[in-house]
């Protein structure tokens, strides 16, 4: 029987639709991710890539000293967490070995330097005692300008607006653009201010992790223990003054340091490099490198005025 050519048109055209409907379907189930659950959260809009992006590397620079327990916990915490985003990464562990007050923003601006003559394109400048719990919180490199993961919404210890402290992910060429971190900061605190200040001047935006379904209490863990881990809040010689102020001069160009050696440490199979990192100070410039040295000072003053 003769099947009328209208009726084969028909055939043909429904067959097209039900490929056509096949191919939607397939494509939706495969590779678009379920909504809400892969949506990366800083900045908004981007999405997780499903294979490793070889276009780009991180490298995480971790300013440390003496935190050897953190470390442990650090090291395949962070490994296993960026593996599940798919992020080619290398860590950096830049160990203070000098006689010196800790200086994290120095330490952070030589481990930028050691990234990217590894090939990074981009860094997170982490602490070791603060690890990202919600796996919505992206390590990609960022579409726009700065993310700050540890954002004052979700960080469980700093709410104030400006800060940028804990984790930071930066692009090579804007952390290059601010001149990096000021190196005027021996001990604890407002180093992460001053570069705010910096990323600000230099119009850079920061974008922030938002509508996560986690809050303070579960979106890091702050593996802090003040008492254990006190803080070196000293302030000597002219500190508090200088400190306060926006540092103009110093920075990733004349961060002053010798690397003592180098060492991978694997911890449970996580691989990180140790950096041995000796910095040195100007003492014309921050004598505060060592408040110890004014309270000697002082004390042997105190003691001639009464002998
Ligand atoms: N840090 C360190 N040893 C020190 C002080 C600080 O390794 O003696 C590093 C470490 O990575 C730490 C970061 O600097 O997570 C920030 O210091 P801290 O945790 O004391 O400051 P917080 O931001 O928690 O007040
Ligand atoms: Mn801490």
Redesign the pocket.
């Known amino acids: 029987m003769m099947v009328p050519p209208f009726i084969r048109t028909f055939k043909y055209i429904f067959m097209c639709l039900f490929v056509t409907f096949l191919l939607a379907c397939s494509i939706s189930l495969f590779l678009i991710p379920p909504s809400g659950k892969e949506d990366c959260r800083c900045p908004s809009g981007q999405t997780l890539t499903p294979t490793f992006d070889n276009s780009h590397l991180l490298g995480v620079v971790?300013?440390?000293?003496?935190?050897f327990e953190?470390l442990l916990e650090f090291a395949p915490h962070i490994v296993k967490f960026l593996t599940a985003q798919k992020i080619n990464h290398k860590i950096f562990i830049i160990n203070q070995v000098d006689q010196y007050r800790?200086n994290?923003a120095s330490l952070i601006n030589v481990g930028f330097k050691l990234a990217v003559s590894a090939g990074c394109d981009y860094i997170a400048m982490h602490?070791?005692?603060?690890l990202p719990l919600n796996t919505n919180l992206s390590y990609h490199y960022p579409t726009t300008t700065l993310c700050h993961i540890a954002s004052p919404e979700y960080h469980p210890?700093?709410h104030y607006n400006s800060f940028v402290?804990?984790i930071l992910i930066i692009k090579k060429e804007d952390f290059i653009r601010v001149n990096g971190m000021s190196n005027k900061y021996w001990g604890?605190g407002l180093e992460d201010d001053e570069f705010f200040v910096r990323l600000k001047e230099a119009g850079l935006n920061v974008s922030r992790p938002t509508n996560l379904t986690t809050g303070i209490e579960n979106t890091f863990r702050?593996i802090?223990d003040r008492v254990w881990?006190k803080?070196?809040m000293a302030k000597c010689f002219n500190q508090k003054e200088v400190t306060r102020r926006r540092d103009r001069l110093t920075g990733l160009r004349d961060v002053a340091y010798t690397i003592r050696s180098k060492h991978q440490l694997s911890v449970d199979s996580s691989t990180v490099t140790i950096v041995n990192t000796e910095l040195r100070c100007n003492r014309t410039v921050t004598p505060w490198c060592l408040c110890s040295a004014e309270k000697k000072k002082e004390t042997s003053n105190r003691q001639g005025k009464g002998r």
Do not use: A, T
């Not at 602490?127 to 603060?130: I, S, T």
């Open positions: 971790v300013p440390f000293r003496d935190r953190e800790f994290r602490d070791v005692d603060l210890r700093y402290g804990g604890w702050h802090h881990r803080r070196d």
